[in-house]
Nanobody
Framework: QVQLVESGGGLVQAGGSLRLSCAAS????????MAWFRQAPGKQREFVAV???????NYDDSVKGRFTISRDNAKNTVYLQMNSLKPEDTAVYYC????????????WGQGTQVTVSS
């Protein structure tokens, strides 16, 4: 079992920055693929960014060049640095984890709210 706890959300003006953190516990963190998803009010949850166990990354087009995902295996933590934030980035952001042998994200955090004011 893996427990994921997000932090770092809040209210920020458009153009500002936030860094989200996701602390993992319970199993060997370095073996997991880690990702961030988000869900805006009235919309489906959507993919934001992913980082593999060896540090390869991928991003949704809507955040490329503005967001950066990273991980610190020694601290069992994955980060999402969000710059140049836009009002449309407003959502609950979720951290998720999966093993290398699956395509489904088995583990999810409780989410952290990010609100970007115009």
């Amino acid at each position: 079992q893996v427990q994921l706890v997000e932090s770092g959300g809040g209210l920020v003006q458009a153009g500002g920055s936030l860094r989200l953190s996701c602390a993992a516990s319970g199993r060997t963190f370095s073996n997991f693929v880690m990702a961030w998803f988000r869900q805006a009010p009235g919309k489906q949850r959507e993919f934001v960014a992913v980082i593999t166990s060896v540090g390869n990354t991928n991003y949704d087009d809507s955040v490329k060049g503005r967001f950066t995902i990273s991980r610190d295996n020694a601290k069992n933590t994955v980060y999402l640095q969000m710059n140049s934030l836009k009002p449309e980035d407003t959502a609950v952001y979720y951290c998720a984890a999966r093993t290398l042998t699956t395509t489904m994200y088995n583990y999810w955090g409780q989410g952290t709210q990010v609100t970007v004011s115009s």
